[in-house]
């Protein structure tokens, strides 16, 4: 009968030492670069004095919801200039969603560029937003998700789901002057 195994221990102690050499260093082996991005403002939550929580980790910005249909919502900067926008939702599957970025205009907000996005196992995601001229330039920019309930807006299963809209409240809930209900988000994003 063999003896039991027993590990040396100056092998293990070994191998922990250099686990934590290379995590302290990373992969490279030089010192990990400490993030000194300023935290950006907090973004619109659809709750009134709630506030998302909000990250921005390089070309991204992220903001989580604490409440209401959306879980998050995180804006990428694509590599040509635009901004896609995308996240987690508690809109039923196949719901469609207009995603708009928004500058100023003589008569106020108006339409930089738009897309339109379907919601897909709890998920989605618009087309690059950039206006016509070229890319986004670095800054603060505004977006507004809009989310009609109406016979033409979205399928018959995602009304009968979201009981015309009526599963869904708070002030981002909102009647149209034609009778539907219309859910509206606007976030302010720095990127």
């Known amino acids: 009968m063999s003896p039991p195994f027993r590990p040396r221990r100056h092998a293990v ?7 934590a050499a290379v995590a302290a260093t990373g ?4 010192p990990a670069a400490r993030d000194d ?5 907090e973004a619109a939550s659809p709750l009134p004095g709630v506030r998302p929580d909000t990250s921005r980790d390089g070309a991204a910005f992220v903001a989580i919801y604490p409440s ?25 599957d196949g719901t469609r969603i207009g995603v708009a ?5 003589p008569r106020g907000a108006e339409t930089a560029a738009g897309s339109r996005a379907t919601v897909e196992l709890g998920r989605f ?8 001229g070229g890319p986004l330039p670095v800054g603060l920019h505004t977006f507004r998700l809009t ?12 009304l009968r789901a979201a009981e015309s809209g009526r599963r869904f409240e708070g002030p981002d809930l909102r009647p149209a002057p034609d009778g539907r209900l219309v859910h509206e988000t606007t976030m302010e994003v720095p990127l």
């Open 147 to 158: 989310v009609p309930f109406g016979a033409n807006d979205q399928p018959p299963e995602v």
């Open 27 to 30: 992969c490279g082996g030089r």
């Open 68 to 92: 209401g249909p959306y879980d998050e919502l995180r804006v990428v900067r694509a590599t040509d200039g635009s901004l896609v926008i995308g996240g987690a939702t508690r809109f039923p």
């Open 125 to 132: 995601m618009s087309g690059p937003l950039a206006p016509a």
């Open 13 to 19: 102690t070994g191998a922990l030492l250099a686990f």
């Open 101 to 105: 970025l928004l500058r100023s205009g």
């Open 37 to 41: 991005t300023p935290s950006p403002p």
